[in-house]
């Protein structure tokens, strides 16, 4: 975690865009939480046309959908929907009515990276927890 | 929000039923709580044969899920997974041994479209909601 | 529910791979949580090359993502965590700084499965579900 979906339609997205967008939501999260960009992940997964609807009627809307550690203040989630929120208009000129954005919040134990349980997000669990993964990264590998 | 998941085997479904499916979730979210059809989505996402699995064989079920906003009655959520339910064993002919539906919910907070975080599901919040999209919708384009 | 996802890149995983970790998360979550293995679902999403990122860059990581009801300790979690985790390494070879674990918990009246809201994760209340569940199975089929 994070983790961040872009849900498009099939073909909506350029490969220059899906980078571009990436990267922006990678700055976004590290600049609102502090946090190092290695864990900050960003999947495009697509759905084919006429398989997503809205009101009942055949729709392509953009979803992005996020799931972040709980415990952070609510500004901060609520910064990171909107700049993201304004940068896939900005790349892709969609009107925010095709917008939908989602920052679910998990608690940290409930994930799981370089096999040792996510920390809270404060500065003293995530510098003990980097120190694990030194550690764990300097073993011999597992027979 | 709310936004409908209906997870098939590729090919499970016709795009007739994927319209019926897709109108039924939209007049059953609607009907139970009250809200207007142009925020409720449905997306028809789809996995190739062979890559689901039930008791650890090759399986074909359908999952049915949701995330609506946080804050109503439990009857509300337990009504639309019955009609959901019985609308997926109606359209497809599917056992209901083989449907699986899950609705999630979200503080309202965690959402947002049009720009706007989404208000709590009571009558004076949604008003002043649309409200906003109505004046956002009005101002001329960011530049 | 559980429901398990393991999400790779197009092509990471052959079909005798797909069957070993199915058939091993089964096992795992069936013995951590002592459930009959017929509820436990695992689904094999995949997502085109160059539409995973990592740092802002290209990258291919696997997420091992479920959702289980609530209501069990929290070592049975982790438990399963730090399983799954192990098993896809063994598995797969991958390194665990691409593995991704995420387990999510959710009360058991979100989910339905048969028709029937979930059980609470006990032994009177799951027995009184399977009762349930039979006798539904032994009625007429609906008009």
Redesign the interface.
């Known amino acids: 975690?994070p983790?961040y979906e872009c849900?498009t339609q099939t073909g909506t997205l350029t490969?220059e865009q899906?980078?571009e967008i990436?990267?922006a939501i990678?700055?976004i999260h590290a600049e609102e939480t502090n946090s190092p960009?290695?864990?900050?992940?960003?999947?495009?997964?697509?759905?084919?046309a006429?398989?997503?609807?809205?009101?009942?009627r055949?729709?392509a809307?953009a979803?992005l959908r996020g799931?972040i550690r709980a415990g952070r203040p609510?500004q901060v989630?609520?910064s990171i929907?909107?700049r993201i929120?304004?940068l896939y208009?900005?790349v892709t000129g969609t009107s925010?009515?095709k917008?939908?954005?989602?920052?679910?919040?998990?608690p940290a134990?409930?994930?799981?990276?370089?096999?040792e349980?996510l920390p809270e997000p404060n500065q003293a669990e995530e510098d003990a927890w980097f120190a694990a993964l030194r550690a764990?990264?300097a073993e011999p590998e597992?027979a």
């Open positions: 975690m983790l849900l490969q899906r980078t990436a990267e990678t700055r960009a290695d864990f900050i992940h960003v999947f495009f997964p697509e759905i084919p006429g398989q997503m609807f809205t009101a009942g055949e729709a809307p979803l799931v609510a989630r609520e929907m909107r929120n304004d208009q900005d925010p009515m917008i939908l954005v989602a920052l679910f919040e998990a134990q409930w994930g799981m990276e370089g096999g349980i764990r990264a597992r």
